[in-house]
T-cell receptor, first 112, second 117 residues
Framework: QKEVEQDPGPLSVPEGAIVSLNCTYSNSAFQYFMWYRQYSRKGPELLMY????GNKEDGRFTAQVDKSSKYISLFIRDSQPSDSATYLCAMSRVAAGNKLTFGGGTRVLVKP | EAGVTQSPTHLIKTRGQQATLRCSPI?????VYWYQQALGLGLQFLLW???????NRGNFPPRFSGRQFPNYSSELNVNALELEDSALYLC????????????????FGSGTRLTVV
């Protein structure tokens, strides 16, 4: 079983809809949680990061962490065709230094 | 501000050969990380260098090695290439472990696509 599980999709939504993404993990030692966006043939780009449990909002993006359930989510409001990409969750344990463990990514397609 | 730069963009090698990939971090970043992104396998952690030293290593064979130079740039070497080494190799940089509170994320380069034939 992988440490971090993420539905590969693809997730197809109409423009303007809310995109809901999530990851589950098995290691309760993870402390830092991140979401990256990766366009085709590009490196991942950091969207959001949170430490421990709670919510964080940045523009159209909201990240949620529920450590008791080992579940993290990313919501994208008012989705745009330019949001079409692969979204990767990532997390790390403080004790492991700065190493990140990634989910496999969810491919999102926002249709005009 | 220049981002993380990787070279070459594409690399084609024959099985058994050696490949050398290069990475220049963002100015001020002392930590460099290497990840392999193979089709269907997601990002797999390879190596972490900080202040010139190897700090952590993923579950890869010893033929994957690297180093970090005094200017914090880094090189990844893959010896005795195998077909399954074909992947996108991503380099990322961040503030180092000794530079205060970890901000929680890396900045990635666009990668080197290695094809082994």
């Amino acid at each position: 079983q992988k440490e971090v599980e993420q539905d590969p999709g693809p997730l197809s939504v109409p423009e303007g809809a809310i995109v809901s993404l999530n990851c589950t993990y098995s290691n309760s030692a993870f402390q830092y949680f991140m979401w990256y966006r990766q366009y085709s043939r590009k490196g991942p780009e950091l969207l959001m990061y949170t430490y421990s449990s709670g919510n964080k909002e940045d523009g159209r993006f909201t990240a949620q962490v529920d450590k008791s359930s080992k579940y993290i989510s990313l919501f994208i409001r008012d989705s745009q065709p330019s949001d079409s990409a692969t979204y990767l969750c990532a997390m790390s344990r403080v004790a492991a230094g700065n190493k990140l463990t990634f989910g496999g990514g969810t491919r999102v397609l926002v249709k005009p | 501000e220049a981002g993380v730069t990787q070279s070459p963009t594409h690399l084609i090698k024959t099985r058994g050969q050696q490949a050398t990939l290069r990475c220049s971090p963002i100015s001020g970043h002392t930590s460099v990380y290497w990840y392999q992104q193979a089709l269907g396998l997601g990002l797999q952690f390879l190596l972490w260098y900080d202040e010139g030293e190897e700090r952590n290593r993923g579950n890869f064979p010893p033929r994957f090695s690297g180093r970090q130079f005094p200017n914090y740039s880094s090189e990844l070497n893959v010896n005795a290439l195998e077909l399954e080494d074909s992947a996108l190799y991503l380099c990322a940089s961040s503030l180092g472990a000794g530079q205060g509170i970890w901000a929680g994320g890396y900045t990635f380069g666009s990668g080197t696509r290695l094809t082994v034939v």
